[in-house]
């Protein structure tokens, strides 16, 4: 009689790796303390089914429930082993999901969790908190807009004002780019009364003072400066025109221009944001000045003196002067244009007509100030013959015409004027220079490419399809965690790279031979594609067999203290992974 063998596929890819990390993280172990689960809850504890979740949404770069039961059923016993316990595809079923979601959206519980999440994340990696970074972003989805719902229209960064959002405050560790508080708020709430509260989030999680806090202008409000400094933190940020109105910037300006004031130049390595070539390049020019300050803090006057770092940007002015030159061509160009005779072309007889339309060219283009516009007026008379019953008689023909020119002296002090921004600061000179103020906020993109990738792929919160509110908090927080994932892993491959000076190789599939030291961590889990477990059940034994890892995967490993134990116990029963 013939033996019956039941054979099963799994995808594995880099479902080990996820679970592994996340475990290292203590993911599961601080969602099951701070977010228990009542007595009627059955199966895959709430942490481990958030975990497991998270790692399918991090493979597959799919946050939608209605897609993880049937992609769980087909990996049940890749999941089961790497988590040491037995899972079901009832544990990811659309209402389990929603628990976990609804779970997540409780804010004492969240705050409670993300401040032991940070602590035990400082611990394990031996990060030293220095520098935060805040900023905010906008999140569409096709939610219901209600009077205090989360989904409302406002000023969208996601550029589809048709769409209603919520918005998301976000504060992350420097260099790494580390999430250390995620604050969702309502999506037309405006930016500038978001940090006091984020700087709030942040000492409590922290339990740490004397840190640098870096943001855009809308941080420079006076409100928020002088509240970090009464808390003993330090801040840094570019003012607006309306924390620095033009006239202020004016006389900061003037001693450059006298050439009065000498200047400071700015450098730093050349391609220091990518793998780095040792050579250095002049980036920006400047001085600072002290402004003292006082404002109001929770009822108490506080005064401090404030450095103002008056900085040009030497790229940035060299973009905005050829931005200005196209400006002033194309608008020599169009005023230019108003002389031109010919079919349906306006012909102007009227000076006041011709200067109204030159003028509207001009202000069209911005350059008001910048260009010369001499109008010319002339009068011909023509005579005209007698015709029938009409007698001879001399017409008057009136031609208007307009020359341009440019202001070369307006145009160089306009020049001048490009690139020059204001930054603002309470730390002291021996704490951040000049220099490390640029080169500090330079790191702004840090941030931003991480609200990128909490919004694309492989965390995709955009577009969201969930309605209620709860929901769309708990998605939020979920993917946040996931957003620490993916920054740790590549945060922990460049350290150990740097450590020893090399690169990896074998991450390009159009190039294997390509290295770098500053891998991404999309690129890290992409490599770990096409590994398959292979189950072979027969009466009486079970046989399984996992594709071979390759160099480049042990190498990555390695590069994360991991061993291929976290690959190989997928087919502990076997003799080895063959």
């Excluded at 000076?501 to 770990?528: D, I, M, V, W």
Aim: hydrophobic letters at 40%; one cysteine or more; proline letters at 4%.
């Amino acid at each position: 009689m013939s033996e019956r063998l039941m054979v099963t596929n799994e995808r594995v890819d880099d479902i080990p790796l996820l679970l592994a990390q996340m475990e290292r993280m203590g993911v599961p172990f601080l969602l099951d303390e701070f977010f228990p689960t009542h007595g009627n809850w059955q199966g895959l504890s709430l942490g481990w089914t958030a975990t497991m979740w998270l790692g399918h949404i991090l493979s597959e770069g799919d946050h939608r429930l209605n897609h993880v039961q049937d992609w769980a059923e087909k990996r049940l016993e890749t999941l089961s082993r790497c988590s040491d316990q037995e899972v079901r595809a009832l544990d990811f079923s659309d209402d389990r999901l929603a628990d976990v979601l609804r779970a997540l959206s409780q804010d004492a519980a969240w705050d409670g969790f993300e401040a032991a999440l940070n602590g035990h994340l400082l611990r394990v990696y031996d990060l030293k908190p220095q520098q935060v970074r805040l900023d905010s972003t906008t999140a569409s989805g096709y939610g219901s807009v209600t009077p205090e719902g989360l989904f409302q229209f406002g000023h969208s960064k996601d550029h589809r004002p048709d769409l209603p959002q919520v918005k998301v405050m976000l504060s992350t560790l420097d260099p790494l780019g580390l999430p250390l508080a995620t604050t969702v708020l309502p999506g037309q709430r405006a930016d500038d009364p978001l940090y006091v509260p984020a700087i709030t989030r942040v000492r409590e999680g922290l339990g740490q003072r004397g840190l640098l806090y870096i943001g855009d202008c809308k941080m420079g409000a006076l409100e928020t400066r002088a509240f970090t400094q009464a808390g003993g933190d330090f801040y840094l940020c570019p003012l607006s025109e309306r924390q620095l109105p033009a006239e202020v910037l004016e006389t900061y300006l003037a001693p450059v221009e006298r050439q009065e004031q000498p200047l400071t130049d700015v450098y730093r390595e050349k391609g220091a944001d990518a793998e780095g070539t040792g050579e250095r390049e002049r980036i920006a020019e400047g001085y600072e000045r002290l402004v003292e300050l006082t404002a109001e803090v929770d009822g108490q006057l506080i005064t401090w003196m404030e450095r103002r770092l008056v900085l040009r940007s030497l790229k940035q002015a060299q973009a905005q002067e050829a931005a200005l030159r196209s400006r002033l061509a194309k608008a020599e160009q169009a005023v230019a244009a108003l002389n031109e005779r010919g079919r349906g072309k306006k012909r102007f007889t009227e000076l006041a007509a011709l200067q109204q339309a030159a003028e509207a060219q001009v202000e069209q283009y911005r350059v008001q100030g910048l260009l010369r516009l001499h109008y010319e007026e002339e009068i011909k008379e023509r005579a005209v013959r007698r015709y029938r019953s009409r007698p001879a008689t001399v017409r008057q023909e009136r031609e208007v015409r307009v020359t341009v020119e440019v202001d070369e002296a307006a145009l160089q002090k306009a020049l001048a004027r490009l690139g020059w921004r204001v930054y603002a600061t309470n730390a002291p000179a021996g704490l951040l220079s000049l220099q490390q103020a640029v080169l500090a906020y330079r790191e702004q993109y840090v941030i931003e490419r991480g609200m990128g990738r909490l919004k694309g792929r492989p965390l995709s919160l955009t577009p969201m399809y969930l309605q209620r509110d709860d929901r769309v908090t708990g998605l939020i927080r979920l993917l946040a965690i996931g957003l620490r994932v993916l920054t740790l892993l590549e945060f922990v491959v460049r350290r150990n790279l740097a450590a020893t000076g090399e690169k990896l190789a074998g991450l390009y599939a159009g190039n294997p031979t390509r290295a770098t030291a500053r891998p991404t961590a999309e690129r890290l889990l992409e490599a770990f594609q096409e590994i398959t477990l292979t189950v072979i059940q027969e009466p009486h034994r079970t046989h399984r067999h996992l594709t071979p890892l390759s160099e480049v995967q042990q190498r990555i490993l390695a590069l994360l203290d991991f061993s291929t134990e976290i690959y190989a116990r997928l087919c502990a029963d076997s003799a080895k992974p063959s």
